[in-house]
Each structure stands twice: as structure tokens, then as C-alpha cells.
């Protein structure tokens, strides 16, 4: 019998140096895709998947987040004040339930593994899910995004899942990489992990994309864990001491994930999010033809 995930860590602690200077001031997560803040489509993904409750792991000149999530009394009072209900029920759909959320600190930004860790005591004793928010996707065939097919996953197989995606062989160096033991198709069991594997000697082309279901075992390791690749407490080490004792398994998400902390990424995913939505797409085709007839 697998327990229900209802708790999601979102780390939105980083420094988004990647995208600097728009990461100056505003946190990269917060960066528009179309109309909504990256991290916002995060959470809608993790609230169609099933997620009731929302931790963010923030850090200093982020307080931006918190305020997103919560009421914002005078925009929605005039609002009100206009008539403007489509606009208003829009905003107040959008906003987690009170006690739904919880925010706590991560004092520097020491690594993802360093910034999961930070959320143990929201968490508590119970299997969770982890999102990088600035991943985010759009579904495939099976009409889910990545999340609601990783639980998917954890209620077949229980254990632990990590969401994986296939990039080009000469790619896997920049990323934290699986190696396949039984292979079911949709998912395998992963026998061996390794973060930014030199060149000519990753296990194989599937990369670690953003999206996890952890035993709450893996806190206990984490304390532990020394710094890794890029002097950095590295959630993939603590993955793979956790898994010498418990079993994970790798999803292959279906859709398409877009890493929003590139520059590239980013813009990709705005064309593409824009693109997937029916009251934007017909207007936007018809500008992005112009841009790339002219190309
Ligand atoms: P990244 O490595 O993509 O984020 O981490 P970054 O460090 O902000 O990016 P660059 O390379 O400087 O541009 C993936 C996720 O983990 C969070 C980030 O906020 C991001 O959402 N993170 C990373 C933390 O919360 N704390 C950390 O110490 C590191």
C-alpha cells in the first residue's frame, strides 16, 4: 500500500544567474511564460496532479513569492469596485487555500539537496513530491503534465520516482543522468545515478528533469551529504544513498518540459505555452508566422 503524496517542495532559493539581469531584482521563478509566473504554473501542475499542500524553500529578495500567493485585497476590492468578475474569479481560483501553503528559508543557497532538506520539518513522515520550478511542462498523449504522471508511477510501483527525459548523448554532461535496469517501457527501475557525468561516461541519455516522489528517509541523508559537483550539497547523492536501500523508479514523461532557467528555454517555453492555449494561439500563429517567414 502506497501513501497518498499530498505535500509538494518547490526550491525557489537559487540565484538564476543564468538569466541575470532579469534575476537581479525579480526572482527567476516569478519571470513571466504568457501570462503567469513560471513557479505559478508549477503549482497548477502540482494541483492537477493531486497536491494539497504547497512548501517553498525561498531566500533572501523573494518575499515577491509569498505576496503572489496570498490575497491582494486592494487589486481585488477594485476589481470588484469595476465589475471586472471574470478577472476577479480568475485570481481568487488561482489562490491556494488558506494553510495551504508553507514558506521557509534556505539562508544560502548551498544546493538543491541543501534546499529539499530545509522543508523536513513541513514535511514530517510522509512521501513527497519535489518540483524544480523552473521546469515546467506541457502534456503529451497521456493528457497529464509531468507530476500527475509521476504519482501515477508512485501508486503502481510505490518507491521512489524520479521523472527522467531523453537529451542528445553529447548533452549529458550538464545534467544529473539514470542508468536503465528493467525496463517496463513508461517506466524502469533505475539502478545507478550520477551527477554531471564527464564526457564518454554517462550510463545513458536519460536526464533527471524536475520532478520527484522521495521517501521521507532521504532528510535523514541529506544532513549528511557532503558537497558535490560544483561544491554544492547535491540532491542526486543523497538520491543514491538513499537508493542502496530503497527502490526507484524512472518515469518517461511523455510531453515536453522547458527549462525556463536559460535564456533559450525560456523563450521557447513562452512560444510553446502560448501556442498550447486556445484564446491566445489563433493571434499569436498568425505574429510568429511573420517573424519566422522573415527567418
Ligand atoms: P538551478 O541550478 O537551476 O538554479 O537549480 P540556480 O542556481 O538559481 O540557477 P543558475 O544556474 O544560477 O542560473 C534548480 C532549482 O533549485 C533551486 C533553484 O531556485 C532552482 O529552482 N535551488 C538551487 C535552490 O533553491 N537552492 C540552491 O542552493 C540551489
Known amino acids: 500500500m502506497t501513501r497518498r503524496i499530498r505535500k509538494a517542495v518547490f526550491p525557489v532559493a537559487g540565484l538564476g544567474t543564468r538569466v541575470l539581469p532579469a534575476t537581479k531584482m525579480v526572482p527567476k521563478e516569478m519571470l513571466t511564460v504568457v501570462d503567469r509566473p513560471v513557479l505559478q504554473h508549477c503549482v497548477e501542475e502540482a494541483r492537477e496532479a493531486g497536491i494539497e499542500h504547497f512548501v517553498f524553500v525561498t531566500g533572501r529578495n523573494k518575499a515577491v513569492i509569498e505576496d503572489h500567493f496570498d490575497l491582494a485585497y486592494e487589486l481585488e476590492d477594485t476589481l470588484r469596485k469595476r465589475g471586472k468578475t471574470k478577472e476577479l474569479e480568475a485570481l481568487l481560483a488561482d489562490t491556494p487555500a488558506a494553510g495551504a501553503t508553507s514558506f521557509t528559508r534556505q539562508q544560502a543557497p548551498l544546493g538543491l539537496g541543501h534546499a529539499v532538506w530545509c522543508a523536513r520539518d513541513i514535511i514530517g513522515d510522509e512521501p513527497f513530491a519535489v518540483m524544480l520550478p523552473d521546469m515546467i511542462t506541457l502534456p503529451g498523449q497521456r493528457g497529464t503534465r509531468c507530476l500527475g504522471q509521476c504519482i501515477e508511477a508512485y501508486e503502481k510501483h510505490g518507491g521512489n520516482i524520479i521523472a527522467v527525459e531523453e537529451v542528445p548523448p553529447a548533452d549529458t554532461h550538464m545534467y544529473g543522468v539514470v542508468s536503465v535496469g528493467a525496463d517496463h517501457g513508461h517506466t524502469f527501475q533505475?539502478?545507478?545515478?550520477?551527477?554531471?557525468?564527464?564526457?564518454?561516461?554517462?550510463?545513458?541519455?536519460?536526464?533527471?528533469?524536475?520532478?520527484?516522489?522521495?521517501?521521507?528517509?532521504?532528510?535523514?541523508?541529506?544532513?549528511?551529504?557532503?558537497?558535490?559537483?560544483?561544491?554544492?550539497?547535491?540532491?542526486?547523492?543523497?538520491?543514491?544513498?538513499?537508493?542502496?536501500?530503497?527502490?526507484?523508479?524512472?518515469?518517461?514523461?511523455?510531453?515536453?518540459?522547458?527549462?525556463?532557467?536559460?535564456?533559450v528555454g525560456f523563450l521557447a517555453a513562452n512560444v510553446a505555452f502560448a501556442l498550447s492555449r486556445p484564446d491566445i494561439a489563433p493571434a499569436f500563429r498568425a505574429e510568429l508566422k511573420k517573424i519566422v517567414g522573415s527567418l
Open 190 to 263: 533505475i539502478n545507478g545515478m550520477v551527477e554531471k557525468p564527464p564526457r564518454g561516461t554517462s550510463p545513458s541519455n536519460l536526464i533527471i528533469s524536475g520532478r520527484y516522489i522521495l521517501g521521507p528517509e532521504v532528510f535523514g541523508i541529506l544532513a549528511n551529504v557532503e558537497k558535490g559537483a560544483g561544491g554544492e550539497i547535491q540532491l542526486t547523492d543523497g538520491m543514491k544513498k538513499l537508493a542502496e536501500k530503497q527502490v526507484f523508479h524512472g518515469v518517461r514523461f511523455d510531453g515536453k518540459t522547458y527549462d525556463t532557467g536559460s535564456k
